[in-house]
């Protein structure tokens, strides 16, 4: 089955930094990626979604200068987290669809982030 | 507006069934997916109903009801590994997905 890779698992980072996350589809074309973010015991939020070869569309109430999406080929996907708070310590997945919209997603196994 | 309802949290008891409901209402429809999430980890996709009616797949069943914009997920035989929270999501006529905030599932020996 369809196989996204999410990479790194988990990341420690000092409040200042920038970390950068990849998503990548392995077995398949994503014209269609997803970022979430989730916090402990609560629901899965939709940061952005990104399409390959255009600008990422964020929802509402994320910032778009803080978490820079690039979805520069049809297998990759990145998101940038930069200068970290500790706030922006938590769970972020991605997800991604090949280019028939109504497949289901496939997700990566995620990456927490904790930011000291 | 956009909406999607399930229960917030149920318990079940090992080998028994359950069902977990969920209504939606989108601004037109292409399908509803059913995700499993263990806690700390990623969804996995479990089903994806577009006709009306019951998809079978093994111990867990989808249905759906498009004139009344209500799904169920039944889970069949429960197991221990079967805790986790069930994500409902609706595709709305633009492609974007509705995400409901998930039933945690306790399963009891």
């Known amino acids: 089955g369809a196989v996204v890779s999410q990479h790194p698992s988990w990341v420690i980072c000092k409040s200042g930094t920038s970390v950068k996350i990849e998503c990548r589809s392995l077995?398949?074309?994503?014209?269609?990626m997803f970022w979430y973010r989730q916090f402990p015991k609560q629901s899965l939020m939709l940061m952005a979604t990104s399409n390959e070869g255009s600008k990422a569309t964020y929802e509402q109430g994320v910032e778009k200068d803080k978490f820079l999406i690039n979805h520069a080929s049809l297998t990759l996907s990145t998101l940038t987290v930069t200068s970290a708070h500790p706030e922006d310590s938590s769970f972020y997945i991605c997800s991604a669809r090949d280019s028939t919209e109504t497949s289901p997603l496939h997700f990566g196994n995620g990456t927490r982030l904790t930011v000291t | 507006g956009q909406n999607i309802d399930q229960p917030t949290e149920m318990t079940a008891t090992e080998g028994a069934i359950v069902q977990i409901n969920c209504t939606y209402q989108?601004?037109?429809?292409?399908?509803l997916f059913w995700y499993q999430q263990h806690a700390g980890e990623a969804p996995t996709f479990l089903s994806y109903n577009v006709l009306d009616g019951l998809e079978e797949k093994g111990r867990f069943s989808s249905f759906l009801s498009r004139s009344k914009g209500y799904s169920y997920l039944l889970l069949k035989e429960l197991q221990m590994k079967d805790s986790a929270s069930y994500l409902c999501v609706s595709m709305d006529s633009n492609y974007q997905l509705i995400w409901g905030a998930g039933t945690k599932l306790i399963i009891k020996p």
């Open positions: 989108t601004s037109g429809f292409n399908g």
């Open positions: 077995d398949f074309q994503a014209t269609t």
